[in-house]
């Protein structure tokens, strides 16, 4: 699988890349090596790197600690051991024009089922819950359609993931097979959030 950095996503000045765990020291040198010399604080739920020039950072952790925090000397390196950490994660991922959902640890998939035609939101619910059921599940992964999401996880079949945490919503235009990897992968990565410096 391909774990390097996701497409930055950009907007007004800002621009949110995701990072794996395992590569985010080398994310912070090459941002500190653009924007000079960094700081960093606690902020916003999340470790804010403030630069020489202006420019921030505010990065994320994919999950809560959940009393299992990331360990190292600085704040970006119990940030990244808290990334690299192996959870249980539940995908579901829904359009109109088909589903997969798998079980997955960390990035690696464990189980899955796609199709090719979302038919109704309880045989998705069914099918999902066939595969979380065998697995150790601690967070819902959601993507795709969030209407169509919502109805499959308040299926009687999902009752008891329902109220799981959910992590940060995925956009997927197409919900299959191929699609899953990716998507485990965006689930476990650091998200960072770059505003540039004042103008």
């Known amino acids: 699988m391909d774990r390097r950095a996701s497409a930055p996503h950009q907007s007004h000045g800002s621009r949110t890349a995701l990072v794996p765990g395992a590569r985010l020291q080398g994310w912070v040198d090459r941002f500190a090596a653009s924007h000079g010399p960094v700081a960093e604080d606690?902020?916003?739920?999340?470790?804010l790197l403030r630069?020489?020039?202006?420019?921030?950072?505010?990065?994320?952790a994919p999950w809560p600690a959940d009393g299992r925090p990331g360990r190292g000397a600085t704040?970006?390196?119990r940030l990244a051991s808290l990334a690299t950490q192996e959870r249980g994660l539940g995908l579901l991922l829904v359009r109109k024009g088909?589903?997969?959902?798998?079980?997955?640890?960390?990035?690696?998939?464990?189980?899955?089922?796609?199709?090719?035609?979302?038919?109704d939101a309880k045989a998705t619910a069914e099918h999902a819950a066939r595969i979380f059921n065998d697995h150790h599940?601690?967070?819902?992964?959601?993507?795709?359609?969030?209407?169509?999401?919502?109805?499959?996880?308040?299926q009687p079949p999902l009752r008891a993931f329902a109220g799981r945490a959910r992590l940060a919503f995925l956009d997927?235009?197409?919900?299959?097979t191929a699609a899953?990897?990716?998507a485990a992968a965006e689930a476990c990565a650091v998200r960072i959030t770059v505003t540039d410096p004042p103008d």
Do not use: C, H, W
Request: aromatic share 4%; glycine share 12%.
């Open 51 to 60: 630069a020489a020039d202006g420019a921030t950072a505010l990065m994320k």
């Open 98 to 119: 088909g589903y997969a959902v798998a079980a997955a640890s960390g990035a690696t998939i464990l189980a899955s089922k796609s199709g090719n035609r979302f038919l």
């Open 172 to 176: 997927v235009q197409a919900p299959k």
């Open 75 to 77: 704040e970006v390196d």
């Open 137 to 154: 599940i601690e967070y819902i992964v959601p993507g795709g359609d969030r209407v169509l999401v919502e109805q499959v996880l308040a």
């Open 42 to 47: 606690l902020a916003d739920g999340g470790v």
């Open 180 to 182: 899953l990897a990716r």
